[in-house]
């Protein structure tokens, strides 16, 4: 199973992007699927979370712009992103934890104007 993650580009301060990763086949056993990014000399960190359960965690600095969503069938996860600004910039990839292994997507380039 891969994921592809799409939906990124270039944007103005202030705009609204809507990122997807859509997996090839079922994943059996999920438990959380999340949108990571990594910004250049950065290291990863993760941006937004949703569990199997439904339950929503985001980093402080995203909370009230960015919202993670998921189909039931736990194929796909978006992130709604809106009010972007310049520090949004950076590569965003999608996980999808799950046992025994993670998945990870490709990523997805996101660069924000001022």
């Known amino acids: 199973v891969q994921l592809q993650a799409f939906g ?3 944007v103005q301060a202030g705009g609204s992007l809507r990122l997807s990763c859509v997996a090839s ?3 059996l056993g999920i438990w959380a699927m999340s949108w990571y990014r990594q910004a250049p000399g950065k290291e990863r960190e993760l941006v937004a979370r949703i569990t199997a359960g439904g339950s929503l965690d985001y980093i402080e600095s995203v909370k009230g712009r960015f919202t993670i969503s998921r189909d039931s069938a736990k ?4 992130l709604q992103m809106n009010s972007l600004k310049p520090e ?3 590569v965003y990839y999608c996980d999808f ?3 025994p292994s ?3 997507g490709q ?5 924000v104007s001022s």
């Open 8 to 10: 990124g580009g270039l």
């Open 102 to 104: 993670n998945y990870w």
């Open 107 to 111: 990523g997805t380039q996101v660069t």
């Open 97 to 99: 934890a799950a046992k």
């Open 25 to 27: 086949g079922r994943i």
């Open 88 to 90: 949004d910039t950076a």
């Open 75 to 78: 194929t796909t996860v978006h």
